[in-house]
């Protein structure tokens, strides 16, 4: 049985930093890309960041472009998302994804067949 599990979330004022991790198992997923998304109250899930599966291609939404950075320890079956100057903006649960194919990278939440429980993110102004 997959299993995603994502940490890290937590209270933060603007400014500040979270590292969020996202370990997964029950399976072996190499070749496959992963991704953050996000849900704010009241909105739809959206695209945050994807990595592939050897890391060296990364792609981020636009709001989040020179402050987040995603990366990946494939020996620990984990993605990581270093999210640095926040904003209150940022404040939703985040959660992480493995998509239904492997190879490029996958920016619909559509495309994507596993994921985590989500972990809380909440900036103040």
């Known amino acids: 049985q997959v299993q995603l599990v994502e940490s890290g979330g937590g209270l933060v004022q603007a400014g500040g930093s979270l590292r969020l991790a996202c370990v997964a198992s029950g399976r072996t997923f190499s070749r496959y890309a992963m991704g953050w998304f996000r849900q704010a109250p009241g909105k739809e899930r959206e695209f945050v960041a994807t990595i592939t599966w050897s890391g060296g291609n990364t792609d981020y939404a636009d709001s989040v472009k020179g402050r987040f950075t995603i990366s990946r320890n494939n020996a620990k079956n984990t993605v990581y998302l270093q999210m640095n100057s926040l904003k209150p903006e940022d404040t939703a649960v985040y959660y992480c994804?493995?998509?239904?194919?492997?190879?490029?990278?996958?920016?619909?939440?559509?495309?994507?067949?596993?994921w985590g429980q989500g972990t809380q993110v909440t900036v103040s102004s």
């Open positions: 994804g493995i998509p239904r194919w492997a190879g490029a990278l996958v920016y619909r939440d559509v495309e994507y067949d596993y």
